[in-house]
């Protein structure tokens, strides 16, 4: 029996040593204890939020459950090897060195994972000083108030002769100068430390909205069996009421309302059953379901994004794409390119804020409105997964005389597994595109669309 089909037996085996009951563990997991016992005795296989939830029950990580210690730990080597190719680390021989030592195998995973974080961290935090507005108002009003002390106190240490009533004066702007400086202080310290909301971690609507999608996995089973208009707009109000401690702002509670009403009409043109049924019969295939139902291709992109990949997982039969973890990740853009929507997806990085790679399916879209673009692409970087992406651009408005179209484009992106990756016609099928994220933490130097230097050392 393969590592990958023994998931089950490894839940078993985790939850014995921590002395949980069967029924105890599937109460906390929210499934039933039948259910569960299939899966302890390999009966029915298991991923996504479901593999997620029984490994943070247990202590664990999901590698572990789903392949094993040694499968995950041998799969770090190599990625780790495959990062500094220049190391000519003996790839072939990992299995003999994993065995020989593993403690040195396991440190060498840890520092690993580590430097990954720390990377992640370092674009992450050059990403927000770079492009945050409100960090970016913060330090305006700081420089502000530091050039008017500045240029005030010139004028009095350069002044030998100044009236008295003028001296007054200066002293008293450079007092409220100083007041704005230590309000505008105290206020960029505590946005930096992550306190300028009551939700600790959210800081601006864009995380909020996010966070509010992650929290419900993108999807809204309340919102997919509300008929009319007026029961839609109790059922996203109701949402948006409900999530009080994540959307906080005003913008994020009036831009959530727009994409749950868009979620509503999308589930109203192409029902759930209808979708899942389309699926199983043609696959990934959003053109052919557009066609086959008489809706719009990007209102069939956002409905197979928005299902859970534990939901979708089934209905996808073809051995090329890799879904049951991660399900499928969406990107939408405006005609300016700016990102109006991220549906994320682990190994495709997503910019949170300015321009993503000019590369991407989705901007290729931009260019050639109503054709729907397919293509195999790799992102630079450590992992350098294949994805399979599909894209298309069209009006967000009815034509009209004298009006010039908005354009919105649509990606979604799929991932392939090791097979997909690797197919045996693959001598006929093109290189895929090597793309990026965006120029700033791009380490592709060789690029003809790069805009401005990586903060990354070193390219490939």
């Known amino acids: ?23 105890e563990l599937a109460r906390r997991a929210n499934v039933s204890a039948s259910y569960l016992n299939l899966i302890e005795h390999n ?6 939020k479901l593999l997620l939830d029984l490994a943070a029950i247990l202590d664990v990580e999901p590698a572990v459950l789903n392949e094993g210690a040694e499968a995950a730990l041998l799969a770090a080597l190599r990625e780790a090897a495959a990062i500094q190719p220049e190391t000519s680390a003996e790839i072939e021989r990992v299995e003999e060195f994993a065995g020989r030592f593993p403690g040195w195998a396991r440190m060498i995973q840890s520092l690993s994972q580590r430097q990954t974080s720390l990377e992640q961290t370092v674009v992450s935090l050059t990403d927000r000083m770079t ?37 007054d004066r200066f002293h008293r702007n450079i007092d409220e100068d100083a007041k704005r400086l230590t309000e505008g202080s105290q206020a960029l310290v505590s946005y930096l430390n992550g306190e300028a909301s009551d939700s600790g971690h959210v800081t601006t609507p864009q995380d909020e909205i996010e966070a509010f999608f992650a929290y419900h996995n993108y999807y809204f089973p309340q919102l997919e069996a ?10 996203v109000t109701d949402l948006i009421d409900a999530a009080s401690g994540l959307l906080v702002s005003g913008s994020a509670r009036v831009q959530v309302y727009a994409l749950l009403a868009r979620y509503w009409r999308d589930a109203s043109a192409l029902e759930l059953s209808s979708i899942l049924q389309d699926i199983s019969q043609m696959g990934l295939e959003p053109a052919l379901i557009a066609a ?68 991407w399916t989705l901007y290729q879209a931009l260019s050639r409105p109503l054709t729907a673009l397919r293509e195999v692409v790799v992102q630079s970087g450590r992992d350098a997964l294949h994805f399979e992406t599909m894209a298309c651009a069209a ?22 597994s090791n097979a997909g990756a690797r197919r045996e016609d693959s001598r006929s099928q093109p290189e895929p595109r090597l793309i990026g994220v965006s120029c700033r933490i791009c380490p592709r130097d060789a690029c003809a669309g790069r805009r401005e230097p990586s903060i990354l050392i070193g390219g490939v």
Not at 3 to 22: F, P, W
Not at 395 to 416: D, K, N, Q
């Open 226 to 235: 509300l008929r009319t208009d007026e029961e839609a707009k109790t059922g």
């Open 131 to 167: 492009h945050d507005p409100q960090l970016a108002e913060a330090l305006h009003d700081v420089l502000g108030a530091v050039t008017a002390i500045r240029a005030t106190s010139s004028i009095l240490v350069e002044t030998e002769q100044l009236e008295p009533e003028w001296r």
């Open 395 to 416: 009006p967000t408005s009815r034509p009209s005389f004298g009006a010039v179209p908005l354009l919105e484009a649509h990606m979604l992106i799929v991932p392939l």
């Open 1 to 23: 029996m393969g590592r990958d089909t023994l998931t089950g037996s490894r839940i078993r085996e985790r939850r014995i040593i921590l002395g949980l009951k069967q029924a």
């Open 43 to 48: 009966r029915r296989r298991i991923g996504g």
């Open 292 to 359: 086959h139902r008489d809706v719009d291709l990007d209102c069939v992109m956002r409905r197979i994004a928005c299902l859970p990949a534990d939901m979708l997982a089934p209905y996808v039969r073809n051995p090329r794409y890799d879904i049951a973890n991660g399900g499928v990740g969406l990107a939408v853009c405006d005609g300016s390119g700016t990102l109006t929507f991220r549906k994320p997806l682990q190994g495709f990085a997503l910019p949170r804020f300015g321009a993503a790679c000019p590369l």
